[in-house]
């Protein structure tokens, strides 16, 4: 848990904004679960996580599933994903803290490596996930089209649209031809 404590710590120090905002729970304890690890801390006086004593009892938990903690890592929303107990607001709180934190990493890299590397190297980093990103986005536009236009699995929205238009137009014409039923039957019935 210490371990853990550290880099939570290591990060709101690079965020002092949100130290701050964890201040106001100084002295109350939570539980933070990566399934299938969990850990308990407390909230220091400074806005930092300390372990938790260990007859320590969680007012609130924050419970990420794996799937969620990878989604917050590619900057999706983990909504429905992270479970919350207890206190629902001391839960929320930390976990919109804990949502916004930046991780300074060049800043860390520049500390093992120089400046100057650790520039370059988040760099390329940079442009070799715009450019994963970009391959990713070329190929499904890709197999979209082959599966619009050589293997139809998928409907194109002109296709879609004009389906549309002509169930509007047959629920039309049944009703106009029920009206017509209705009259006629009517219109035997009086005879």
Do not use: C
């Amino acid at each position: 848990m210490k371990l853990a404590a550290n880099a939570l710590n290591h990060l709101l120090r690079q965020n002092a904004w949100a130290a701050e905002r964890l201040r106001a729970f100084s002295g109350r304890t939570i539980k933070l679960s990566l399934l299938p690890f969990e850990a308990l801390f407390t909230i220091a006086g400074n806005g930092e996580f300390v372990p938790a004593a260990a007859d320590a009892v969680a007012e609130a938990g924050i419970i990420l599933t794996p799937t969620a903690a990878l989604r917050l890592l590619a900057n999706q929303p983990p909504e429905k994903l992270v479970k919350v107990e207890g206190d629902s607001e001391l839960a929320t709180e930390i976990g919109k803290v804990l949502h916004q934190l930046e991780w300074e990493y060049e800043e860390d890299l520049s500390r093992l490596i120089g400046d100057i590397p650790a520039h370059e190297l988040v760099s390329l980093g940079k442009r070799v996930a715009a450019e994963g990103q970009r391959q990713f986005w070329s190929v499904a536009g890709m197999l979209a089209e082959f599966w619009q236009e050589e293997d139809p699995l998928i409907a194109k929205q002109r296709h879609l649209e004009q389906f549309a238009r002509e169930v509007d137009q047959l629920r039309d014409d049944a009703e106009r031809l029920s009206k017509r039923v209705d009259r006629l039957e009517k219109s035997t019935i009086s005879k």
